[in-house]
């Protein structure tokens, strides 16, 4: 299956999607970041993937990024379009036309933390577990239907680096494993659900 990485920074995720390619039947046909220095670029050049850049500032609009954004993923004709540390708001627009083929990975366990700082987050509300969860995405940020997650305990002496790292080692085997139900047709969204194998998630 043809798919298309969307990333905006170190593009860990990406690295980890990259190696497991093959063996996920997943052929990266490009990755596309907001951000010119986003060291993922660098990543998927080492492995021979095209790569682009859009900066996002050089827009005067959501609306007008993100039809470029679009633009260029459909010269890709993508069957998946992977989120993988893609930090931009996406417009409604967007998100529809994509609808139940963008997967986004969230550094929380959804419905829990939203948005930004999330491992700062769940160490001030006094959280004992933490974790990253896949979802489809749809118009609500980091609120479409969550496909899987991993969970962690949060130690009595973390701080949000050393629980952003152990919840990084996590992303990385999580997300190849739900791009596989993908791309093995078994996953998919149904109205708001997230359905594997016929059965709602
Ligand atoms: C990950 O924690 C991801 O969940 C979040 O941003 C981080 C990106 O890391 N959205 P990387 O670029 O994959 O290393």
Redesign the pocket.
């Known amino acids: 299956m043809k798919g298309v990485v969307l ?10 999607i990259i190696d497991n390619a093959s063996k996920i039947d997943l052929e990266i046909e490009a990755v596309i970041s907001n951000k010119e220095d ?3 670029l660098k990543r998927a050049q080492k492995s021979g993937i095209p790569t682009h850049a859009i900066n996002h500032q050089q827009f005067s609009s959501r609306e007008e990024f993100d039809q470029n954004l679009s633009q260029l993923t459909d010269q890709y004709n993508p069957d998946i379009i992977i ?5 931009r708001i996406l417009t409604t627009r967007f998100t529809k036309k994509y609808a139940g083929k963008m997967l ?4 929380s366990l959804l419905p829990k933390f939203q948005g930004l700082n ?1 491992h700062q987050r769940a160490i001030d509300a006094g959280e004992s577990e933490h974790g ?1 969860s896949i979802h489809f995405v749809t118009a609500e940020l980091d609120g479409g239907p969550v496909i899987a997650q991993s969970r962690i305990n949060i130690l009595a002496d973390d701080d949000s680096e050393s629980l ?1 790292k152990r ?2 080692v996590e ?2 085997t999580l997300f190849p494993k739900v791009i596989h139900w993908f791309t093995q047709g078994r996953l998919h969204l149904k109205g708001n659900n997230a359905i594997l194998d016929g059965k709602a998630l």
């Open positions: 990333i905006s920074g170190s593009g860990s995720n990406l690295q980890s986003a060291y993922g989120l993988a540390g893609f930090m986004n990975i969230h550094p999330t990253a952003a919840v990084l992303e990385h």
